[in-house]
């Protein structure tokens, strides 16, 4: 199967660039792990949640829908595992890792967006300790995570979660945020440069003052563990001595913000860099969101966190790159996307600046942990082993080899900001290689067969 | 129609909305614990919901799945527990 142009994410870039070139008739793929398009932030639920829970953003829906009737394809539930060696076809598989295929990709855009930043803490493998992300996809479901719930971490996006989590009836115990924003400083006086985020803001604390949520600043989660009443949580200050607190709550939150899925643009060979303020691995892009490899495009956060306004921007204006290069004219609206994605990112640096670095984040989780405390969970890779494995020098590849850390089925997404930390060496990513998800060996030989 | 639909979950009979996440529904159904880890034995549970992680993997119609990435059909048999 071919099309003219194949895009890997169906997240706001990946839905807004696909809309823009099917609109130009051009012929697109959107190839998308998840069982529907929308990504994480426009995830759509199935008909019969819809009818009972509402629809979750719904200008997400009216997107998909909106690339639906311009005649975008959508290949929902497939994974990307591999890339061919000559760089433009794309190895899939369904995403149980059976029914591989190659899929010729003329142009691709990468649009995997980001995953959510995990740090470990001593409990942190426990069943009832989940991502703040999950725990709003749960309350887009009409789901409740737990009763009574902590959450904890740092970055905006904690206070949100606790929104979502209060309107489904959820008792928010507190949001612990691990560094200091909500106090006056210099920086903070540029966010009342963007005063609808400034609203958002607002808006969020408002709702969580109402349902008595307390919000404490420079406090951190030092420990969980499950009793016979629930999950046992031990929150503690960030920095020097304080007084610890004990809750026990169903249901544990953590997030530390996003870090860009750029394993897919690795594995194509493009080039990265890393981004000063977060000390994340993005893509190098040019203006228009070309990489280095022709006939590369990348948009969204896999450029740098910078959030879905940017995101839907970004994919406008990659999609009018693509179709300059396919001999269409330029679409509408190219100027006014160019200004929001810088604006958008000014905004991002600007929240940046008010939250700890997440490298700063990294090392304190990676000092704070004892040496019998889990680190890898795939692999259940302690911390002792990971420092007894350091052999005085700082390779992560070698602490990989030997320790088995990041090798598992995640393949590193989840441990490597704590294990690079460990290693001192916060900006070293572990080595990219095919498959980016497990597959089935059955279905590796049952396509070698088809091809021979 | 009926929007609800029913299935098992380690033999027990459970119903859910047609479509709806299988993590969201195994917690309805108060079960957190899916997967065993290899090496410690211990439960694993959902963590971060959209496919990255591979802590929610159990088995559907026989099959190892991500559990956040499986809606729910009629008649599924999911087993949990299994060491992955």
Not at chain 1, 157 to 170: E, I, R, T
Not at chain 2, 6 to 24: C, K, M
């Amino acid at each position: 199967m071919t099309s003219d142009v194949v895009i890997v994410g169906a997240g706001p870039a990946g839905l807004s660039a696909a809309t823009v070139i099917a609109e130009n008739d051009r012929s697109v793929v959107v190839i998308d792990e998840q069982p529907r398009p929308g990504g994480q932030y426009y995830r759509q639920q199935s008909a019969a949640v819809i009818a009972t829970h509402g629809v979750h953003r719904a200008e997400g829906a009216a997107l998909i829908e909106r690339a639906r009737r311009a005649g975008v394809q959508f290949r929902s539930g497939v994974s990307v595992w591999g890339v061919d060696d000559d760089r433009r076809t794309l190895l899939v598989s369904a995403a149980d890792g059976t029914s591989i295929r190659r899929h010729l990709a003329p142009r691709i855009v990468v649009a995997t967006g980001a995953t959510e930043r995990a740090l470990p803490f001593p409990g942190w493998q426990l069943p009832a300790v989940t991502t703040v992300g999950y725990a709003q996809h749960l309350c887009a479901e009409g789901v409740r995570v737990g009763a009574r719930v902590l959450v904890a971490g740092s970055g905006p996006f904690l206070l949100s979660v606790a929104c979502s989590l209060v309107g489904v009836g959820v008792d928010v115990v507190a949001v612990l945020e691990e560094g200091t924003p909500y106090r006056p400083r210099a920086a903070g006086w540029k966010v009342a440069g963007h005063p609808q985020r400034l609203r958002e803001f607002a808006a969020y604390r408002a709702r969580l003052a109402a349902a008595r949520v307390p919000v404490r600043s420079g406090r951190r989660v030092v420990s969980a563990e499950e009793t016979a009443d629930g999950l046992r949580v031990v929150e503690g200050p960030t920095v020097g001595t304080g007084r610890a607190r004990q809750h026990t709550v169903d249901a544990l939150n953590v997030g530390f913000g996003f870090r860009p899925q750029i394993d897919l643009l690795r594995l194509l060979g493009c080039g990265t860099r890393i981004d000063a303020l977060s000390g994340d691995e993005v893509a190098v892009v040019d203006v228009d969101g070309a990489t280095d490899l022709d006939g590369v495009w990348a948009a969204g956060e896999v450029t740098g966190i910078a959030g879905a306004p940017s995101a839907l921007a970004e994919g406008l204006v990659v999609g009018a790159a693509v179709l300059r290069s396919l001999g269409a004219p330029l679409p509408e609206g190219l100027a006014a996307a160019r200004r929001d994605v810088s604006r958008a990112r000014a905004f991002a640096s600007t929240l940046g600046r008010l939250y700890p670095a997440p490298r700063d984040l990294a090392a304190l989780a990676a000092a704070s942990l004892g040496d019998d405390a889990l680190v890898c969970r795939c692999e259940s890779v302690s911390a002792g082993q990971v420092r007894a494995a350091q052999f005085g020098g700082t390779d992560l590849q070698a602490v990989k080899a030997a320790t088995r850390a990041g090798m598992g089925l995640c393949q590193g997404r989840e441990c490597a900001p704590a294990v690079s930390a460990l290693c001192g060496s916060p900006t070293a990513a572990f080595t990219v290689r095919p498959p980016l998800r497990p597959i089935l060996l059955a279905a590796v030989a049952e396509h070698a067969a088809q091809v021979i | 129609m009926n929007a609800t639909v029913q299935f098992r979950i380690d033999g027990y009979e459970v119903s859910a909305l047609e479509g709806a996440t299988l993590t969201a529904a195994l917690l309805q159904s108060g079960i957190r614990g899916l997967r065993r880890d290899p090496v410690s034995n211990e439960f694993r549970g959902a963590f971060c919901g959209m496919g990255a992680c591979f802590e929610c993997e159990l088995v559907v119609d026989g099959r190892t799945v991500r559990a956040c990435l499986t809606p729910v059909r009629a008649d599924m048999d999911v087993r949990t527990g299994a060491t992955t």
